[in-house]
């Protein structure tokens, strides 16, 4: 009953799987009926833990001690980290997770761990521009206007394209940093919910296909040198779409 | 408030709420995760100049999850030499679940208080790790890093964890809605 595929799938629902073993993970539901009830579980599980399960939150008695405790404290001057705390970063930054991985997963890849730090400055970056007013640079739902906006100040000429007949409002676009590296965001409105699409050269060519960072899903692909991410507060699928949108745009029989 | 303050009250507060939760699912108790939760946010600070930027988050419940663990070393510490009464009321206040209050237990569903009840009955390395990636979605490298073991251990108590809950949680849910139809 049980396939010895069960902890790829786990892996799968993670998100910790590259393009490809997410792709031969897809192939493989399609046929194996143990490992698709076992996928349907696993997500019952997590609507469970999600919305079921309680999320303690810190009662605003207690985030006022916390407040009470660091008034107290004295100004650290040159505080240290503890040591355990210095050897777990380091250990986590010199990858020697990976290599213990690496020995007792042979048959799919994790993604390397720059992909951490690039969904954490994607999200921040998403975070930042829904919070601040620093939205939009140029807003416009005219391709023609913000496409060579885009090209002039983040020298990238990503496809750009109004949506709104299948749901995706363009609504301008900015300047953004990804990675250390300056991305052109096209930002589209989807219902109520706000849509960043970045892009940004990349020539290492190695993206996570998706993730989910504090409630934000976001979806990766490739096309040529540049990647594209779009990431946003709606449904995974609403994402998937508008990224084969813009993806058919950059076939080389897509209209531009 | 000084320049470091100010950064520590944007960067670090705002994950008070995660950092609670973590404390009050390793420890089952809100006096004690509140004291968890205290001292390791005094902790963070004396520690903050020596946190590189990234996501503090991971930092931060690492620091709880190692609050907790020195914590319950030293109640044992002193357990031992504790006048019994002392050593009963220790241990008792530990090991009692609390429940969630009267109010929120009205309003939510008994599915998720038994939920509730299966997660807490669960081995804490198989718990933390459920914490960790499915209510605050870490990865399982930032997980890895937090309960300091390779990610080959993660996804095995993951996987261990998650084949508890099934049979436990949903096992249950299935046979009560058998019984339903019936």
Not at chain 1, 89 to 116: E, H, Y
Request: aromatic residues 8%; proline residues 4%.
């Amino acid at each position: 009953m049980a396939c010895d595929r069960a902890s790829d799938v786990a892996a799968y629902l993670d998100g910790e799987l590259d393009a490809t073993a997410a792709l031969a993970v897809e192939h493989h539901l399609e046929s194996c009926s143990a490992c698709a009830a076992l996928l349907r579980e696993l997500e019952a599980l997590r609507g469970g833990m999600r919305q079921s399960a309680s999320y303690h939150r810190a009662d605003p008695a207690l985030r006022a001690r916390v407040r009470a405790v660091l008034d107290e404290a004295a100004p650290a001057g040159k505080a240290h980290m503890p040591q355990w705390l210095r050897s777990a970063w380091a250990g986590a930054a010199g990858g020697v997770m990976a290599t213990a991985l690496a020995a007792s997963l042979a048959f799919f890849f994790l993604l390397p761990a720059a992909s951490d730090v690039l969904v954490t400055d994607i999200t921040n970056a998403h975070l930042r521009s829904i919070a601040s007013e620093h939205l939009i640079d140029v807003a416009s739902t005219d391709r023609h206007t913000v496409k060579p906006w885009l090209a002039a100040h983040a020298d990238l000429s990503p496809p750009v394209a109004d949506f709104t007949r299948q749901g995706f409002r363009l609504v301008g676009g900015r300047v953004d940093f990804v990675d250390g590296a300056r991305a052109a965001v096209t930002v589209y409105r989807h219902g109520a919910h706000i849509i960043n699409v970045f892009a940004w050269t990349n020539s290492e060519g190695r993206l996570p296909q998706f993730a989910t960072r504090n409630g934000y899903h976001i979806v990766f692909w490739q096309s040529g040198n540049l990647a594209f991410c779009a990431i946003s507060d709606t449904a995974v699928d609403e994402l998937l779409e508008l990224s084969r949108l813009l993806k058919e745009m950059s076939l080389p029989d897509g209209r531009e | 408030m000084d320049d470091r303050r100010r950064r520590f009250e944007t960067q670090a507060l705002p994950h008070l709420d995660a950092a609670f939760n973590l404390a009050r699912w390793l420890t089952r108790s809100d006096a004690d995760a509140d004291d968890v939760v205290q001292d390791a946010m005094l902790r963070a600070w004396r520690a903050f100049d020596g946190f590189r930027g990234g996501d503090i988050r991971p930092w931060l419940l690492a620091i709880v999850r190692n609050c907790w663990r020195s914590a319950r070393a030293d109640s044992k510490r002193r357990g031992q030499v504790a006048l019994p009464e002392e050593h009963m009321a220790m241990t008792g206040e530990v090991l009692q679940f609390t429940g969630p209050s009267p109010e929120a237990s009205a309003v939510r569903s008994s599915e998720g208080r038994k939920l509730d009840a299966v997660i807490a009955s669960l081995p804490e390395e198989f718990r933390e790790v459920l914490i960790l990636r499915e209510m605050e979605e870490l990865s399982y490298r930032e997980i890895a890093t937090i309960t300091a073991v390779p990610i080959g251990t993660v996804m095995s108590r993951l996987a261990r964890g998650r084949a508890i809950l099934r049979e436990k949680w949903l096992g249950d849910v299935e046979s009560e809605a058998h019984h339903g139809v019936r």
